[in-house]
């Protein structure tokens, strides 16, 4: 051993012992002859017995730090009588060795990293552990101060020796989890046949050593591994959407096979009350059967769509307005629309002027006289007329020539204006079919709505379909600077009539003559300042491709329906005496 450390053959600890310094066990000055604990040999007491001691036995009490007087720990009986060291058993020194091995580790890093402590006291280093000193890994340097731990005896008992010690491991840092006493019900706590088995373990533990530990209901299986707690609440979960799984599958299951295989929904019979629908051009069966079911005629799409496809003359509905009944069966109202009766539309022929569609309007919807004429004038801004419409101040009809010929949808009960409207989108639509712009262009023409004017006074003046396209060909003649025969008058009779509101093929050379109005084209040159009627697509693509033979006259030889060209002033001259002929003039 070094010179400061007792071996087997030491001595206990004496209240003499020079080891302690200037102070003795009962806090009394030492004796000027007692050596000091530095430089001094130990001293031996034969008279004692000796007892074997290890490395750890400095921690029995505090020594003096460079001079200063050192306190020796009191150790107490249970009668409260004081105990010197050399009555100590082995055991009580091993347990004060166990409680100051943490200071002395503290210390023993300080005085490796300081090397010299600041008061030129070199550090001490450390002893090497002994391979079989049970305390290997605590610092034994001489010459560390530890704190008086027990200064105060009643403070706390005597530290349990290191042998019946037992350390427990931290527990689990888990989320906070309640258990059936925090409000938690027995189910959802986890109890189980994992828990059961877990009470069996071979060291004893149950489920409550688990749980002591911080644990959530965590077993072990035979592998080692972590064995998960049923949970309550996953397997509800699991049990919902298993169930509305199959009720979801379910559900579609029934909806394929009744689209497949049932029968649609119907009603049974002829219906009851009355009831207006009205279709859409171009509507196919199912878009049919949805406005049916929507005004309760049919009791589903389905249904409709059978009957149609059963009855031989079914794909023949054509689109308007049609009298039906609530509660129809299928069947009857495919036989109902299929009847002529049961159709209510308004049919607007080709070249029919606005003045005869109101009328006939109004006799439809059964509203007064002059209703849907002064809505016309009032509202037509919100029709949705195209943005070239009304280019001239002088039009006497904003609608002239965008009420579309066709067959519309008009029954009693109806508004006025949802008529027109179907009529003008009607019409834009045809017309935006056609690039309107660049064909006014290639005509010579100002603007989109001449070319409407062009084909309204093709559909006023042609008696014949054939007649269209040499009837635009005397329109675009006329209007040339270089006619030299009407002077760019167009002198049609149905201009004149149009103002009037009449329809006289004998008017009056002073009648005519004297009137100066814009849609006068006797006594104004040009166009009118718009559309005089509705043309039909015939007229319109007779205007947008006229002949190119070079008439620039005519006349309706027998005062009905022949119409005949010329060229010359001669030659209408001619037709003019047959005119006459015809007419007993």
Known sequence: MTEYGRGPGSEPWHPEDPLFGDVGWEGQQAQPGQQSSYGGQ?????????????????????????????????????QGNPQYPDQQQWADQQQYADQSHQQYAGQEQQYQQGGWDGTGVPGQV???????????????????????????????????PPSRR?????????????????????????????????????????????????????GKDKGGKERKRRNGCACLVVVMVFGGGLATVGYFGYQFYQNRFGTAPDYAGDGTGSVSVSIPKGAGGYTIGQELKKQGVVKSVDAFVAAQSQNPDGKK????????????????????????????????????????IYAAIDKKLQVSDGTTKA????????????????????????????????????????????????????????????????????????????????????????????????????VYNRLKTTNTETNRYLQFDSTFNYLKGQSNIRISESEINSNKDPYNTYTQKGLPPGPIDNPGDEALAAALNPTHDGWIYFVATDGENKTEFAKTYAEFQALKEKFNDSSGN
């Open 317 to 356: 509905i054509q689109a308007g307005v049609f009298l039906l009944k609530k509660e129809m069966s299928a069947a009857s109202a495919v036989k109902l629309m299929l009847d002529p009766k049961s159709q209510d539309n308004l049919i607007v022929p080709t070249g029919w002027r606005n003045s005869k």
């Open 166 to 218: 037992r350390t427990e491991p931290e527990p689990e840092k888990t989320d906070w989890d309640p258990g059936p006493d925090q409000g938690e019900h027995a189910f959802f706590a986890g109890g189980g046949d994992d828990d059961d088995e877990a009470d069996d373990e071979p060291d004893g533990r149950g489920r409550g050593d688990r749980r002591g530990k911080g644990g959530k209901g965590k």
């Open 42 to 78: 130990p001293q031996h007491y034969p008279e004692q017995p000796q007892q074997p001691q290890q490395y750890g036995d400095w921690g029995h009490g505090q020594q003096a730090d460079y001079g200063q007087a050192q306190q020796q720990y009191q150790v107490y009986d249970e």
């Open 375 to 474: 809505i016309a004038k009032k509202d037509y801004k919100s029709f949705g007329l195209p943005s070239w419409a009304n280019s001239n101040k002088d039009i006497k009809d904003p609608l002239e020539g965008f009420l579309y010929p066709g067959t519309y949808g008009a029954a009693k009960g109806m508004n006025p204006e949802t008529v027109l409207k179907q009529m003008v989108a009607q019409a834009s639509d045809k017309y935006g079919a056609i690039d309107l712009e660049a064909k006014a262009k290639a005509l010579n023409l100002e603007d989109p709505l001449q070319v409407i004017t062009v084909a309204s006074l093709v559909q006023a003046e042609g008696k014949t379909h054939d007649d269209f396209r040499k009837m635009a060909e005397v």
């Open 126 to 160: 450390p002893y090497v552990a002994d391979p079989v000193d049970p305390y290997g890994q605590q610092a034994a340097a001489y010459g560390e101060q530890q704190p008086d731990f027990y200064g105060t005896p009643e403070a706390y008992p005597p530290p349990e």
